[in-house]
Antibody, heavy 120, light 108 residues
């Protein structure tokens, strides 16, 4: 069974940092690209970042470029999102997602999400 | 950046009725469009990809159509569990991948 489990969310002050993790199981993690998507409270879905299977291709939304860093450890079946210089507008549930039975950049598997709250 | 505009914002229907949701792209995305369903407190669920292909395990009452800039998601014979928020998403021209703002399907 495919599982994606996010962790690392919490309350952080503006300007602070947080590192999210996504533990993957039930599929060959090293062969699939991974994506972070976020959802502010009561709002829609926003794509945050993409990393290819071998980490050779990485992309960010303009809203997080220069502040967030996506990475992965294929030996540990884990995806990460290092978030620095956090702002109030980064408050959201962060999901990791991937496409296993569908093409790249469609998402048929999602984690349950982890809530990041940026507030003083 | 490709902007996806969904309409209506809210759709009020009764169980057993037919729902038609629209997604319009600011430029052509060919058929590289997906639809997701999201219920409160849950992650999104992929329903349709490549505009018209149902994802694994999705009931046949869900169907997608369209190409280029205009797309539709149709839910025939609404079931109580279908009342949720629906999002479209394009993967044609990225980064960034973009989502529509969502359509809330509510019980009338």
């Amino acid at each position: 069974e495919v599982q994606l489990v996010e962790s690392g969310g919490g309350l952080v002050k503006p300007g602070g940092s947080l590192r999210l993790s996504c533990a993957a199981s039930g599929f060959t993690f090293s062969t699939y690209s991974m994506t972070w998507v976020r959802q502010a409270p009561g709002k829609g879905l926003e794509w945050v970042s993409y990393i290819s299977s071998s980490s050779g291709y990485i992309h960010y939304a303009d809203s997080v470029k220069g502040r967030f860093t996506i990475s992965r450890d294929n030996a540990k079946n884990s995806l990460y999102l290092q978030m620095n210089s956090l702002r109030a507008e980064d408050t959201a549930v962060y999901y990791c997602a991937t496409g296993i039975s569908v093409a790249v950049n469609y998402f048929d598997y999602w984690g349950q999400g982890t809530l990041v709250t940026v507030s003083s | 950046e490709i902007v996806l505009t969904q309409s209506p914002a809210t759709l009020s229907l009764s169980p057993g009725e037919r729902a038609t949701l629209s997604c319009r792209a600011s430029q052509s995305v060919s058929n590289l469009l997906a639809w997701y369903q999201q219920k409160p407190g849950q992650a999104p669920r992929l329903l349709i990809y490549d505009a018209s292909h149902r994802a694994t395990g999705i009931p046949a009452r869900f169907s997608g159509s369209g190409s280029g800039t205009d797309f539709s998601l149709t839910i025939s014979n609404l079931e109580p569990e279908d009342f949720a928020v629906y999002y479209c998403q394009q993967r044609s021209n990225w980064p960034p991948i973009t989502f529509g703002q969502g359509t809330r399907l509510e019980i009338k």
